[in-house]
Nanobody, 117 residues
Framework: QVQLVESGGDLVQPGGSLRLSCAASGSTNSIGARGWYRQAPGKQRELVAT???????YYADSVKGRFTISRDSAKKMIYLQMNSLRREDTAVYFCKAILMPSLTAYWGQGTQVTVSS
């Protein structure tokens, strides 16, 4: 099993930046892909960015060029650097990890990001 804990959410003005962190513990050596998702009030949870076990990344069109996903070499931490934040980026951001080979998904509890002046 894997436990995920997000941090870094905050209130920020439009145009500002934040960096989210997600710490993994437990069976971290079995983690494959990891990613960030978000859920705004009244909306479904949506994919923001993913990073594969080989380091390949994928971004939702809405965040391309503004957000960057990265991880440390031990795969225990992933990060989401968010620049040029917009009001529509306001959401609870969740970290997700896929455990191999079972493909079981694990989620963190989420961290609130609010973009407002």
């Amino acid at each position: 099993q894997v436990q995920l804990v997000e941090s870094g959410g905050d209130l920020v003005q439009p145009g500002g930046s934040l960096r989210l962190s997600c710490a993994a513990s437990g069976s971290t050596n079995s983690i494959g892909a990891r990613g960030w998702y978000r859920q705004a009030p009244g909306k479904q949870r949506e994919l923001v960015a993913t990073i594969g076990s080989g380091g390949g990344t994928y971004y939702a069109d809405s965040v391309k060029g503004r957000f960057t996903i990265s991880r440390d070499s031990a795969k225990k931490m992933i990060y989401l650097q968010m620049n040029s934040l917009r009001r529509e980026d306001t959401a609870v951001y969740f970290c997700k990890a896929i455990l191999m080979p079972s493909l079981t998904a694990y989620w963190g509890q989420g961290t609130q990001v609010t973009v407002s002046s």
